[in-house]
């Protein structure tokens, strides 16, 4: 028993390599693809390996064929005998690059390599130029077979070495200036990651979606070498800090990487979502994933970033607004939906290529002021109807403040208003009466007529329940000039102290207390009701109940 298991533990012991290899093609591990499968699987051609032999993709097989036999013409060539010559010599590098054995023998395989490389460099080429095209090509005459194709090739699965590729381009080529990666280019400038300038060609190539990634984080890689890291933080969702007075703005960069913070305004450039987008970026994801030797996995740090942005529909909505993100899919639901499924299951960077931002944003969201603020924009004017409940709720504390205060003057100050304005009035009709008097009094003295008489006549005109006049002392009866100097200052002095103007207005007060209160009270009753239903959100009803 002993010896069977040596002689199989030293079978596996003979069977590994002398030297570790370093693949770069791998099956996505179940972490990731449990969360949207299909993303990971080609949908109509299968370049390498591990989905060849899928049915539904059989049928691209037969122009796999097609597109060699058009480089073979073009060369003026019959035979694939040097080609096959020189992928036999590459056939061993080509089988590291991959995690996992081959279940293929080497004719297979070296096979595999021609078909598919010859087709992917072919359809690049057509790809690029519309003159390549042939009339009669299925491939180009209906739109969507492209579309798929350029999913499948971005598949992360479904790649073969990029050097194999390379190699078949050299011996494919007409002109010896051309380089594959003048093919490339134009695979980004049509949809995939659209970029103004072409980057350096990278210096590790490992296959296509390789390339295309590497192209699109070289400029960010580069400026991100001239910054500290700080400690990775968590940020508040896109509606949140905005409340909290951070602006967002779209940025003119052409590389979406380029986040920029700038006087309390998050610059970000434009993010087009497709369909095709989650599949992209998941394939970007993984790579990064199983890829060595880098610390820096810039799209899964986007994508992060990203995803704590967009918390919900209105994140996403108010990003769109912002011109940050360029909806093709439709409502702001699916955006919400793409952008929270890729931030599912994923590790970002030890070094997280955003962690200044995030620690610059926290420090702002963090201050008691900002705190407030955002409180405030979110309970009181995150809506219009919010906004219309605040002030209804003011308008109803001043009401009620109003209605107090004239209660209180009703009870405490009505009677004695009532009674000073009543002897006011009473004052200002003696006043009236005297200077009606005067002329009377004058007419009588020049008739001859005695104090008395004068004094008879004043009381008899001015029709007062009391006397206005005291009779003169002088044989009973005051002069009638002492007697009108007197009442005149005894007036003054009583009104000295109150105006006219202030009595008649505060008597107007009292007497529509009454009715102020009436309409304080139904103003409070419309208020709670305008308050009762913004609070609970049902404005509909509350407007049926109205109506």
Known sequence: MSDNVTISIDSLLNGLSSAPSNPSIF????????INPEAYDPEIIAIGPFHRGKHHLQNM???????????????????????????????????????????????????????????????????QNLKCRDEDDPIFQYGYIQSHLLHDLMVFENQIPFFIIDSLFNMIKIDKGDKINSLIWPLLQNGIFPLQDLPEAPETQHHLLGIVHDLQCSSFAKRLSHIDFMETENINSAIELQEAGIAFEKSESDSFFD??????????????ISDSTESLFRNMIAYEYYLTGSPQRYVTDY????????????????????????NFLGADEMVYRVINQLGKNIIISDKFSYSNIFHIVNIHCGRTRNIWMATLRRDYFSSPWALISLLAAITLLVLTIIQITFAILSYYYLDTLACLGKAFELNVRRMEAIQQLDLKSDDAEKSG????????????DAGLDAPLLEPPQNEGIMSLEDSSENVKRGIVEESSCFSFNLFEGIILICKWTNMIQAVCEMSQAVCKWLC????????????????
């Not at 986040?259 to 087009?272: A, G, H």
């Open 27 to 34: 099956r996505v591990g179940d972490h990731l693809r449990s």
């Open 61 to 127: 097989e037969k122009h796999k064929v097609r597109y060699l036999k058009l480089v073979l013409q073009r060369k003026e060539e019959s035979t694939v005998e040097i080609y096959v010559t020189a992928l036999r010599h590459l056939e061993d590098r080509a089988q590291k690059c991959y995690a996992e054995d081959i279940q293929l023998d080497e004719h297979e395989f070296v096979k595999m390599l021609l078909l598919d490389g010859c087709f992917i460099i072919e359809f690049l080429r057509k790809f």
């Open 259 to 272: 986040i920029e913070l700038k006087n309390k305004s998050m610059i970000i450039p434009v993010w087009e």
């Open 303 to 326: 994508v992060f970033f990203m995803h704590c942005l967009v918390h919900s529909p209105e994140d996403a909505k108010l990003l769109r607004r912002s011109g940050i993100i360029s």
């Open 449 to 460: 007529l005695s104090e008395t008489s004068v004094y008879l006549i004043k009381n008899t």
């Open 532 to 547: 009762d239903c913004l609070a609970g959100g049902d404005s509909d009803n509350c407007i049926q109940e109205t109506s």
